[in-house]
């Protein structure tokens, strides 16, 4: 029907809604801007508040890590060491460095995801620090890192792991491993925002993670390796993450693995940090 | 004074789509501004980059004195944009949605949370301010969204497309409350589909195709230019559409037939002239479904402007498209 609207619909929003609105528009003056660590917290707010919405987000960082402790410890663990408790102690960390590593895959599938939505759009027209809402999300990603992290640690010593060095090198541990996965998922919020959909993000995420794990002495004594392939696992960071973990779990870290970890992580953050928040920017 | 507004030879293209072809907008302090265009015409382009979302390929901008590119910073201070896409987020509530934004802008913990309650009271949305924003209808979607535009109140406002989508009643809420900000002194920029929105709420009107201002003006300047208003009917049945084409031609001119076979429209001035008129088309024995005495339609302000009809321009626009994504 060709029925114009009638004007009596006009009245949707009364006068006094009206009014209120005029009220609401005056009664605000322009406070200083945010800093930037408050910016950037607040996206960190954000990632929480969505996780407290939809908590079964939590179930990849909890049951895989669950999963890979229990598969290794009992499925692999009496054929390669010869005993469960002490294979645990060797491979704990090292499923703690892999489950956290893969996790931050998801960083860079998450931000992808949010593209797609409008709301990007008011943010970055936001009079706020450049990076915030990309430095915010990982601030969430990594509460879920020590998440995950804290399951497969807290499941281990159930399971009989007993590291030297106890609680406080457990926690040393974890916060290195966590640092490391900070800086590294800056690759993959880079390759968020260059590829088209979240699956490609996935599979060009585990495409990369997956070889560099499983070359690196997470699960393998180098020294049984071919050399060529020995180099580079004695070289790849996951590796001397791992090594570095383990150390500060046992009380015997070595001052320059841990320095090496950290600065790996902050130059993956120097380099891909700025590439993010340009193609951010841009898209 | 300095112009809210002040741009010059703006264009952008994505690969060889030319979206925004050498666009000129000058847009004065405390008015409200429309930009009319059908799908494809570069509305959303052209807000994007006079908010500081893209880069112009060329020409030049300026908003309340500060350049988009050289600027953007200070730019991002002055305005806020409501996006055509909702732009909340979906997965919080819609109070949290206003407490985000609040903090973003500086507003500190209880600030925050007390300006999402007065606005949330102010746009109606009380009852609704714990649940998530997915769940809300398009017209609350909407208030939230402008909203979250006003935590705090910002000197010019982008608006695309507010009422799209929305049923009589929300839209009718959101005209109040941007007759409400700009009461308040707000600029705002309006980018709109529907004539009779930019004839009720803008001061001027830019007309834009195919990313360029085809037309400018006040309301009246452009509907004068356009005709006065138009009388459209529907009839029963099709198959009478030329006798009543006849009718209409003989009392009040050239008549246009529209795409649904059983609907025609003529220019007609006068309400008297219209009721007589379709009061004579049932005295003929043709029956109505029904009419209206409108404004000139979007179609028709582009039919006189450019010869087409908006439709066609949007088709073709989405034509262009589909010619560059590789199958
Ligand atoms: N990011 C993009 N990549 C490629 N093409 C784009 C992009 N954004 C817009 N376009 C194209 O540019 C042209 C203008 O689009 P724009 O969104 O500005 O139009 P609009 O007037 O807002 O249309 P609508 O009424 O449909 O919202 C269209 O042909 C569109 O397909
Ligand atoms: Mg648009």
Known sequence: MSIAPTPTADTALTDADEAAVR???????????????SAALTFGWRGMLK????????????????????????LFGGAIAGSTAEYLNYILPAILVMSVLFTTVYSGVALNTDLTKGVVDRFRSLPIWRPAPLVGSLIGDSVRYVIAGTVIIVL?????????????????????????????????????????????VMNAGFMGIFPLTFLSNVFVEPDTLPAALEAFVDVNPISILSTAARGLMEGDAAAADIVIVLAVAAGLTAVFMPLTTRLYAKR | MTLAIDAHGLKKSFGDTLAVDGVDLTVRGGTVYGVLGPNGAGKTTTIRMLATLLTPDAGSASILGYDIVREADAVRGLVSLTGQLASVDEDLTGRENLILIGRLLGLRGGAAKRRASELLAA??????????????????RRRLDIA??????????????????????????????????????????????????ADRLADRIAVIDRGRVIAEGTPSELKASVGSGALRVRLLDPDQRDAAAHVLERE??????????????????????????????????????GFSLAQPSLDEVFLALTGTTAQAAADESTDRDKQEQPA
């Not at chain 1, 079964?56 to 049951?63: F, P, R």
């Open chain 1, 156 to 200: 281990g010593v159930i399971l009989g792991f007993r590291p030297g060095a106890g609680v406080l090198g457990c926690v040393a541990a974890l916060g290195l491993v966590v640092l490391f996965a900070f800086g590294l998922s800056w690759v993959f919020t880079t390759l968020g925002l260059i590829l088209r959909s979240p699956n490609a």
């Open chain 2, 123 to 140: 746009f109606g949305l009380s009852d609704a301010a714990g649940k998530l924003v997915k769940h809300f209808s398009g017209g609350m």
């Open chain 1, 23 to 37: 009220t609401a528009i005056t009664s605000i003056s322009r406070p200083p801007r945010a800093s930037r660590t």
């Open chain 2, 148 to 197: 979250a535009s006003i935590v705090v109140t910002p000197q010019l406002m982008f608006l695309d497309e507010p009422t799209t989508g929305l049923d009589p009643r929300s839209r009718n809420q959101v005209w109040g409350i941007i007759r409400a900000l700009v009461a308040e002194g707000t600029t705002i920029l309006l980018c709109t589909q529907y004539l009779e929105e």
């Open chain 1, 51 to 74: 996780v407290k919405h939809v908590p079964e987000q939590l179930l990849d960082v909890t049951i895989t890590p669950v999963m890979f402790v229990v598969m290794f410890t009992y």
């Open chain 2, 252 to 289: 009040l001119g050239e008549v246009v037939l529209e795409a649904d076979p059983a609907a025609l429209s003529v220019s007609c001035a006068s309400g008297d002239r219209a009721a007589e008129t379709v009061a004579e088309l049932s005295r003929g024995g043709i029956r109505v479904a």
